[in-house]
């Protein structure tokens, strides 16, 4: 026998290459998964399964000389037919959808798409194996299965019906994975397109719709409205409030929601009846339920600190007795009141509460009221990142500045729920002017909160909260 044959170099190829394949694969699947790569996968699959089969196929066939017709052979190569088509479906799917950027179209291909893909490469792979391998007739075959095909569509004409017209559906593609729609059940974020169903990411949950469903009935998609996404917010306060004051006050409260677009101005009308509606534009359709939560939240404070009746109710919490209770203990220490004093305060001071991260005072704006802090804390804050925030308590107060008309240098929110009494500008100069030490007082916390931030730092004899509130 001649040992240079056909045979002799196969058998040298197996014996060197399919070592080195393995060594070579071995080194670059473990680079891989270092990685955290997902070409891994398909690495592994040459690695484990083709590179050994087809070193099989190679010893037996040009090496061994057995025929191709044995059955043996034959069910090697379907394997090696079958891995091969597993591989291109593996890498298919890395390339083109797994490693897809962040809001590329392969991301927001639903998934239905992918898995008729699939099905259809899967179908033409195993045709071409029996085809090449085992013989097979396959225009026959497909006569055969067009033949049960119309049988079974016939049988389940219903379900087929809904899985097609959810199908053209999702060929128009009204929405994408990530947008948000409205339907008659839901309201959420689109996760997930399959055969069957959309699955929409809801407050209350993951709601299942399926296409057919949704392909009968009208939603809106607001992913897609254009510009910023627009939150409107219906409301109700008493007929007899001033439609006027109360839109003013909707649109004060909306305007300070953190969540709201910068440079949209809220708008607030009247529907009539004592509803009104208030439009919100926000980045985001998921920031729609925190922002209307913070709005109603807030607007229950407002409301009862305006004197106003949201829901048509009437507040009673600043009664005779709290706001003498507020002047003893929190005011008259401030401002070192005497009895007599404390009973002429008495008709002009309120008592009002403040919910939690509202703002009690806003830097550029001159205060038209001081507030002096009676239960909850507030976080005072400035600009300039030199100066340090600082936390204010009971007794410190705020709105100083209203007495020289001039604008505040720092930010007041409330850590939780703060109550407080307010007293009018006027009612306040009247009573510091009667007092020269107590107006001295005044005007040298005032120089020492200026300083404190000109200078970036606190006095050397006094905390940066006292600076602030006492």
Request: net charge negative.
């Amino acid at each position: 026998m001649n040992i240079l044959g056909p045979w002799f170099y196969w058998a040298v190829g197996v014996a060197v290459g399919l070592p080195a394949s393995l060594t070579l694969l071995t080194e670059w699947h473990v680079a891989l998964t270092r990685r955290g790569s997902y070409l891994a996968r398909p690495v592994a699959l040459v690695r484990n399964y083709l590179v050994p089969l087809g070193a099989l196929l190679a010893l037996l066939v040009p090496v061994a000389e057995v025929s191709a017709e044995d059955p043996m052979v034959r069910v090697i190569y379907t394997a090696f037919g079958f891995m091969l088509l597993v591989l291109l479906l593996s890498g298919l799917n890395v390339t083109f959808f797994q490693s897809a950027p962040q809001g590329s179209w392969r991301g927001r291909i639903p998934t239905i798409f992918v898995d008729v893909a699939r099905f259809l490469l899967i179908g033409a792979g195993l045709a071409l194996i029996l085809s090449y391998v085992w013989g097979a007739k396959i225009g026959g075959l497909f006569t055969a299965l067009g033949v049960t095909s119309v049988v079974i569509g016939l049988m389940l004409q219903n379900s087929v019906g809904q899985i097609v017209s959810g199908l053209f559906m999702l060929f128009e593609q009204p929405f994408r994975i990530g947008d948000w729609l409205v339907t008659p059940t839901a309201r959420g974020q689109v996760v997930e397109v399959n055969w069957r169903a959309v699955h929409i990411s809801t407050s209350g949950g993951l709601q299942v719709t399926p296409n057919s469903v949704l392909a009968g009935t009208s939603f809106t998609n607001i992913s897609r409205s254009g510009g910023v996404h627009r939150a409107a917010v219906t409301t109700t306060f008493a007929v007899a409030d001033p439609p006027d004051r109360v839109c003013a006050l909707l649109s004060r409260v909306a305007a300070a929601l953190p969540l709201r677009t910068t440079g949209e101005a809220p708008a607030s009308v009247a529907l009539g009846g004592g509803e009104y509606r208030t439009t919100i534009a926000l980045d985001s359709p998921s920031d729609d339920g925190a922002a209307q939560a913070t709005f109603l939240r807030w607007l229950w404070y407002a409301s009862r600190r305006e004197g106003l009746h949201l829901d048509d109710a009437y507040d009673e919490f600043s009664t005779p007795e709290r706001v003498a209770e507020a002047l003893r203990t929190v005011v008259a220490p401030a401002l070192r009141l005497t009895d007599a004093d404390q009973q002429a305060l008495a008709p002009y001071a309120t008592v009002v509460r403040y919910g939690a991260e509202e703002a009690l005072e806003q830097a550029g704006h001159v205060p038209t009221t001081m507030t002096f802090l009676a239960e909850g804390s507030v976080r005072i804050t400035c600009a300039d990142p030199a100066v340090p925030d600082a936390t204010l308590r009971h007794g410190a107060f705020l709105g100083v500045t209203t007495l020289t008309r001039q604008a505040s240098q720092f930010d007041a929110y409330a850590l939780e729920e703060v109550t407080a009494v307010v007293i009018d500008r006027e009612h306040v100069e009247e009573l510091v002017m009667a007092k020269p030490l107590l107006l001295q007082e005044l005007g040298r916390i005032i120089d020492q909160r200026r300083r404190a931030v000109s200078a970036g730092a606190v006095s050397p004899d006094s905390t940066f909260a006292d600076t602030l509130g006492r």
